[in-house]
Every structure is written in C-alpha cells, then in structure tokens.
C-alpha cells in the first residue's frame, strides 16, 4: 500500500524530501552545500572506495525498483544491464530535453540541486562502464545549461571527476551539449541523431541504443531524474527508498503543476499520492472556485481524463495506465470547465504538427492532417464526418511509426474526441 | 548455428540466409510487398512504413523491410488488417500529393499510381488544403525536381550518401513541411545523377534529358548490353512502339555486372541510335548507292585484290560484336585466300585501366576482350593504331577496310583520325554517323547499331553478355553478315 503522510503539504523540505532536500537554500547549487547538507558525493565514494562493483550498482538499483522517469517508466536498473559488459567505448547521456509540454522538473532539479545528476551521472557510468557521458540539454534553458557546466567544474575541481577518481581507477569525463531545441530530441535515438550532429530524427530500431548507440557504441540514455535519485538509493539503500510510493511504483516523483490553480509548480510527492488531495489540498484548488473539467496527467502526450475518472486516482504508473492514460513524465496540466476542449485539441495538434520530425509518413502527414481538421473545427467550419476522420487517422497513425510521437499526437486526440464529443457538437455546420 | 532460417510466409515455406530480412525473402518467394522507400540496393530506411506484415505472435504489425527473419517465424502478407495498413498507409502518402499526373512525366511508370490500383482504391477522405512545396527546382545538370510531388522515401538521399558519397542531398524542414532538397551552392553534379529518377518511385525528380518528350505507354522495352565502356551495364533501351525513335535507357539489375546502377554517359548511348544522325544509305565515291547493287560493288573490290591478302589492311576497332569478327575474319579468309593485314584502332587518349570507382571504365570500347579473344583464335597478329598511323601508311595496302567505331565521341580523336583514312586510296569504311568524311571513301557502308543486333560483348571481367535487337531504324540495311553472304554466295 503507499506509504501517504497525511501531514505531507509538500512544499516543505521534510523527509519525504529524496531529490529536492536542498530546495529553499540560499546557496543550493554550490558544491559545498551539496556536501555538507545534502550527503554530496557519499554515494560516490561508497561506489568507488568502499568495494562496489559495476555489477553491484546496477543490482541496487534494480532493487530499489526505480523506473525511468521520462515518461515510458522503463527500468532503469534493467536498461543499464543491456549495456554488453568488458571493456569497450561506452556512453551515458542525460536526456535534459525536457519537451513534454507542462513539463520543467528537470529544470528544476538543475535550479537546486544539479549536485545530484552529476553525481548520479558518475556512479551510473561506472556501473555501465563509459568513460564519457554528455549531458544533452535543451538549446532554450540557458541557465540551466549554465548551472550544468558549472556544476561539471566544480566536481572536476573537486577530483569527482577526470583521471583516476578517488585513486579507483576509474576515469570519467562529462560535457554538457546544447541542442538546438525539438520536441522529437527528446526520443532517445532522435537525441543520439542530434548528438552525433545529424538532424534530429530517431533511428530505426533494431539495434538499440545498449548495442549500438552514440557514434554506433553502446549507449544509455537517461532521465535527468533518474539519474538524480541514484546517489540517494546507493547512499541509503534500496529499502530505504521503497519504503516511499507504492510496490510497482516505488520511490518519489517530481510533478509539475500547471492550469489555473492556486500554487501551481513543481513538488515531490510519493508515488501513489491520490491526485485530487494533490490537486485540492496541495495545490489549493483551483483558482476563482472554477470547476475542474478535465485533468493531463502525464505531459501533453497523455489522454485527458474527465474529472470524474480522476476522482479516485493515485498518482502512480499503474493506477494512471488503468484509466486509459498514463503518468508520464508527471506533469500535470489542469483544465477548467471554461477551457472549450476543442481549443485544447487545436493547441495540441498544433504543437505535434509542428514538431513531427517529418521522417515517417504516417506520423509526418497525420499529425499535420489532425491539425488541420481540428483548426477547421474550431473555426466552426466542420462537420460531423470529420469527428469521425479524426478518429480513424488518429487509429490508424498508432503504433506504425518508429518512435511514439505519433501515438504522443494520436491518443490525445482520440481521447478528447471521444470523451468529449458533445462539447464539440456547437461547432459542427450539421 | 546453422546459416539458414526457415519461416513461412503466407503459409508457404522459405528458407532463407540468416540475416535475410522479410521483405528480401518475399522477393524470393515472388510475393510483393507494396514499399517506397525500401531499394535493395540501398540501406533500409523503414520511414515510409508501407511494407506492414502481420507476424503471428507479435501485437502490432511490423515493417517488413527492418524485420529480420527468425527460424519458424509466420507471417502474413495478406489479411484484412494488412489490407487496410496498406490502404491507410498509402492514403498519408497522397493527402499533401498534387495529384498532377495529367502533367506528370512519371505517369504510367508511377509507384504511387500503381500501388493505388493495387492496393488502395479508396475515395479520398482529404478534405483540407494541401502543403505547398517548391516545384520545378533546377537541382543538378540531369535533374529538375518537384518538392510537392516528392513523398520523401530518402532514397535519393541515400543513393547520394552511400553509392555516390557525394551528400548533395537532404531533407530540410519538419513535419509535412518537409523537403527534400540539395545543400547550399551545392548541386547533383557527378556521371550517376539520372539513378536518382530511376530509383525515385514518384514524379519528384524527372530527367531533363526525358521530360516531356514521350508517354512511358508509348515505349517498348528491350533487355540488352549498354556499349559505353567495358563494364558492359545490363540495359533496357526504350524505343517508340510506332515511331522508329529512341527515348532513353535504364539499367537493370545484375548484381554480377552493374548492380542496380549505371553512369549517365551510358545513358546517353541511345542518342547515336536515331535516324538524325545516322548514316542511312551506302555512297560511292560520294554518291548513294542503293543496297541493292552494294553487293556488287563490294564484291568487285575484293575482286580485285583476290590472292593478294597482304595487299589489303583491315582496321577494326573493338566496338562489333564476336559475331561479327567472326564473320569478317573467315569472310575474308575465303575470298583472299589469307587474312589480310590487321590493325586494331584505338583511341589514342585513352587509358584502359581508369576507373571511377562504381561502374565506368577507361575503356570506352564494348567488345576489347572479344575482339582480342577472335583474333587470338585465329592467329591474328594485329598492329595497334593509336595516334599514330604510320604503320598503316606504309603497309601500302591496294584496299583498306576500316569498321570504324559505333559510338565515334569515345574516340577522343575522332574527327582528325578519321581523315587519315580519307587520305589513303580505295577505303572502304563501315560505320554508324553521318558526317562530311565518309563522302570521301571510295566505298562507306552504313551498319546496323547494337540495339538492332543479336551478338555478344565480353566485359572486362570476361564475362560475354548477349545483346537483343530490336527492329530496324532503316528497315533497307543490312548487315554486316547479310552483305559477306550475298558476296560469298
């Protein structure tokens, strides 16, 4: 059962505090406060001088059941264990991408405790064995990337990274590349594409990125978050972390809150917290005693779901896939009952037509086909046929192109237009 | 581990190498698998994501083209859940197209046209305003390309990327914004650019070379040897079902010879095939002679040297068939007596041994191997005129027969050369090209192209290839085994 402090506001550093300990601190970002306050560089030395094997890492970290926090909840103990072991060029990327539309979690994590992913980065590489690992960040986030390299400096100055860490031996050296900001370099391969220097568009899998990845050597790609959590898990165990969120969703999550409420932002919350105690209580409501009529739960690319489907719901992978949505990349995008869904459709549409990287062709002419559609719709031009179309192309993009940016731009148009179909019934000619 | 995978694919079964991937094993089979961007002569791209097959035991459908072949592995090309993969896929394909064909060069030879008849056949359901896209783009000295048309496979780039490495190509833009086009200051400029509209499913990019110049239903096909250099391509020349003209070759696969490509050098070789320029009628001394009375004439010079064998030079150049060596050498030998003196014309620029790298040579001749493989089995010694043609001058030879060559611009000389032979007395000259000097021999005899034989090159590797004729341009002429038996008989 999740473990649900019933005193839990959240926005208070308090012990369900795993990634954002530090937040508040007037220096939080300075290497020596990570040290003193935060347990900075314990794990690393727990890794590198107190015995652990690469093997061991990766078992800890597939015993805390941490999952991948980007948004498919892949996890991530298991991805570094597809990485082929013995020696051989490897790489670790952070995807810091951060383009899900509501989403800045990851900027946040940068704003008050980029300690942590360098940290997390340098145990991760030594638990699959790359010597270089990047830091592939958003063009847009020019203080973040800032704050990225300057933590890189201060670990470099401080010995946790370059030749020969701590006197273990192992050797590790990080950069920080800018991207020049697309939605699709978020797709792993899409941002390996961008890496190399080629256009970002994602590859073709097989091979995958373990086998065959940056530069064609095997590679892992990581959320910047589950990256961040790591020096918590091999600092303080994997059960430790498990007594947070529920069985299949252990640990915390960082959730971004975005929509007319009162105290939107970022907060870290135990998995399985129930939503509407989140949204109601946390939150504060929302804003001018407006009625909630519909929740994103994960991120632009997660269906809407009515007010009432999220009524009982629990913020966890599971609970949120079994209404038909799912928990994403966590961020939360509350929509009011006078925000027209159809508006919210066009938006979305919008956005994916735009940001379709162009290379299959489903996705490539269905994403701009929904768009317009939709956009006619709104402007009172459409008819009921095209509710229908929508639906049938938005069926028929799903699950026949490379990467999921064409079930990114399907399911939530599928869902509005189903779940919602009597708000669209004004704008229709007849 | 064995080398081999068995699968079955619509309940027949294949075994195939390991590695294969579906689609290369349906070739195999003969079952087509609609794809645009998949070209087995280039990389697999899997973005146009038409090849759906269904294979039991996996939820969704995949992609043929990218799936490799497993031991046991059941597929299904044809289901109603394929079907309308197909269908829809192919829609996405045509919702931003023009829909030009009317003006479409690629009309008739169209894998969008064709697919629909084979698999779509739906009405559309496009009701928005379709992308505009740039038309008409000066892309290279062979190419104009027509952005709109284009259903970006990236087979062109692709093509550029791995088999000409020249990367004039890419496509710029996102979404169905999406371009393919040619880099800055950067245009197709290299021998292979005419590839890019064979292996280009749609009317994006058309050949200036083609374009507008005749409907692909009027063409006929026919399989035979491109005469531009010693690779020997594999070829189908297209030829007018009712006009005796010429429009264009294109290569066809052997993946011995040529692969899947060949030069645009050799696509020019049907130019010299049209009436225009061809010599169409014998002269002597300048004026027409019918072909009726050649024989005679022909007959009555050798006549005249008949036991003298040394007194006559035989200039050949390695342009003719084996057939046809065969027949002037025995010819001969029966109505001398001896073979006369051999000289073997070659251009005096070139350099045999070049090579581009991909398919051209730097012998620009069809036949050296067969020509030297006739005259070594006949115990030929044959002086080799290149530049210089002293040896000839000097053999004071009363007849000189010249085969001059088919395809005279490989002859980097040509034009001086072919003087030379005017110079001396009594020539009879065999070629192809009406030009000012052939007025000058004593007797020229027109000969047939090698679209009109049946015969055979060797390639430089040795290999012989046959050629296949097609009707005559000058349905009078005749050939060179027609006029040597009308002497002999």
């Known amino acids: 059962m999740p473990v649900i402090k019933n005193e839990y506001q959240g926005r208070k550093p308090d012990e369900f505090r795993i990634l954002l300990g530090l937040e508040g601190h007037s220096n939080a970002r300075n290497i020596q406060t990570y040290i003193e306050k935060g347990n900075g560089y314990k794990a690393l030395e727990k890794v590198l001088k107190g015995g652990m094997s690469p093997e061991d890492v990766i078992n800890t970290v597939k015993a805390s059941g941490l999952r991948g926090r980007g948004g498919a909840g892949f996890p991530t103990g298991l991805k570094w264990s597809f990485v082929p072991k013995g020696p051989g060029e490897k790489y670790l990327i952070t995807n810091f991408d951060e383009g899900e539309p509501g989403t800045y979690k990851d900027c946040y994590i940068s704003e008050v405790t980029p300690h942590s992913l360098v940290e997390g980065k340098i145990i991760a590489s030594y638990a699959i064995g790359a010597q270089k690992s990047y830091i592939y960040i ?63 568009q994602p590859k073709l899998k097989p091979p995958f990125p373990a086998v065959k990845g940056y530069l064609g050597k095997p590679t892992v790609v990581n959320n910047v978050e589950s990256l961040a959590v790591v020096p918590w898990i091999i600092h303080n165990g994997p059960e430790a972390y498990k007594k947070f969120g529920t069985e299949k969703s252990p640990g915390t999550k960082l959730f971004n809150v975005s929509g007319p409420i009162a105290r939107p932002g970022c907060y870290e919350l135990p998995l399985g917290y129930p939503l509407m105690r989140f949204i109601n209580e946390d939150c504060g409501g929302l804003i001018g005693g407006k009625k909630l009529k519909a929740i994103i739960p994960g991120g632009s690319s997660a269906p809407a779901l009515t007010a009432k489907e999220c009524e009982n719901l629990t913020l966890d992978y599971e609970s949120i896939a079994g209404a038909g949505s799912m928990l994403g990349s966590g961020a939360i995008i509350v929509i009011p009952e006078d925000v027209s869904m159809v508006s919210v459709l066009e938006n979305l549409m919008d956005f994916y037509a735009h940001e379709s990287c162009g290379q299959c062709t489903p996705c490539r002419e269905g994403t701009g086909w929904l768009y317009k559609i939709s956009k006619h719709i709104l402007k009172g031009k459409g008819t009921k046929t095209d509710m229908d179309r929508m639906y049938s192309i938005a069926n028929n993009m799903r699950g026949k192109t490379i990467c999921v940016l064409s079930d990114a731009a399907a399911d939530p148009a599928r869902a509005i237009v189903t779940k919602f179909a009597h708000e669209f019934e004004p704008y229709l000619k007849g | 581990m064995s080398e081999t995978v068995t699968l079955t694919i619509d309940g027949k079964e294949v075994t195939v190498p390991k590695g294969t991937s579906i689609i290369e094993a349906t070739e195999i089979l003969g079952v087509e698998i609609p794809r645009f961007c998949w070209h087995p002569g280039l990389s697999v791209a899997g973005v146009c994501r038409f090849c759906m097959v269904k294979i039991e035991g996996m939820p969704k459908l995949q992609i043929a083209c990218n799936t490799t072949c497993t031991e046991g592995m059941k597929v299904i090309t ?77 087979r062109c780039v692709r093509f550029e990327d791995e088999v000409t490495k020249t990367s004039s190509l890419g496509i710029f833009n996102r979404g169905d914004h999406s371009i393919v086009g040619t880099f800055p200051n950067r245009k197709i400029q290299h021998n292979y650019s005419y590839n890019i509209v064979d292996i280009c499913p749609v009317g994006a990019f058309t050949a200036k070379d083609f374009r507008f110049k005749c409907r692909v239903w009027f063409l006929n096909e026919t399989k035979t040897i491109c005469p531009g250099c010693s690779t020997g391509c594999n070829i189908t020349l297209y030829e007018h079902k009712n006009q005796r003209q010429y429009y264009r070759l294109k290569p066809r696969k052997n993946m011995e010879v040529n692969g899947h490509w060949m030069c645009d050098e050799g696509r020019t070789m049907y130019e010299h095939l ?62 001398l007596g001896n073979l006369p003196k051999i000289y073997v014309w070659r251009d005096s620029a070139e350099k045999i041994d070049d090579f581009d790298g991909i398919l051209m040579r730097g012998d620009r001749n069809s036949n050296s191997k067969g020509l030297s493989q006739i005259l070594e089995k006949h115990a030929a010694q044959a002086v080799t005129l290149s530049g210089d043609f002293s040896p000839l001058a000097s053999s004071s030879a009363n007849l000189v027969l010249v085969f001059g060559p088919e395809i005279e611009k490989s002859y980097s000389q040509f034009a001086n050369e072919v003087t030379r032979f005017a110079e001396l007395s009594n020539v009879i000259y065999f070629g192809t090209t009406l030009n000012p000097i052939t007025k000058k021999f004593s007797l020229a005899i027109p000969t047939k192209v090698f679209a009109e034989k049946n015969g055979t090159f060797i390639n430089f590797k040795g290999i012989p290839q046959k050629l296949k004729a097609n009707p005559l341009v000058f349905p009078a002429m005749k050939g060179i085994e027609d006029i040597f038996a009308e002497i002999k008989a």
């Open chain 1, 138 to 200: 958003r063009g847009e986030f020019h203080n973040e990337i800032r704050w990225c390299a300057e933590a890189i400096k201060e670990a470099y100055a401080a010995g946790y990274l370059g030749e020969n860490i701590m006197g273990s031996g192992f050797t590790h050296h990080m950069d920080v590349y800018s991207g020049a900001g697309a939605y699709i370099c978020g797709e792993e391969t899409g941002l390996i594409s961008s890496l190399e220097g080629k256009k970002g």
């Open chain 2, 274 to 335: 049209n009436a225009t320029n061809r010599l169409a009628v014998p002269t002597i001394a300048g004026k027409h002679l019918s072909w009726n009375l050649l024989g005679k004439e022909f007959k009555q010079k050798l006549e005249n040297v008949k036991g003298n064998a040394d007194k006559v030079a035989l200039v050949l150049t390695p342009q003719y068939t084996n057939e046809e060596y065969e027949n002037i050498l025995t010819s001969l030998k029966t109505i």
């Open chain 2, 78 to 154: 044809v289901s109603d859940e394929v079907k309308d993969a197909h269908k829809w896929a192919l829609e996405f394909h045509l919702i931003n197209h023009p829909l030009d064909c009317p003006i479409c060069d690629q009309a008739g030879e169209c894998e969008l046209q064709n697919y629909y008849m084979k698999v779509g056949r739906y009405s559309s359901q496009m009701d928005e305003d379709k992308v505009l896209k740039p038309k008409a783009l000066d892309v290279g000295d062979n190419l104009v390309l027509d952005t709109e048309r284009c259903i970006l496979c990236s």
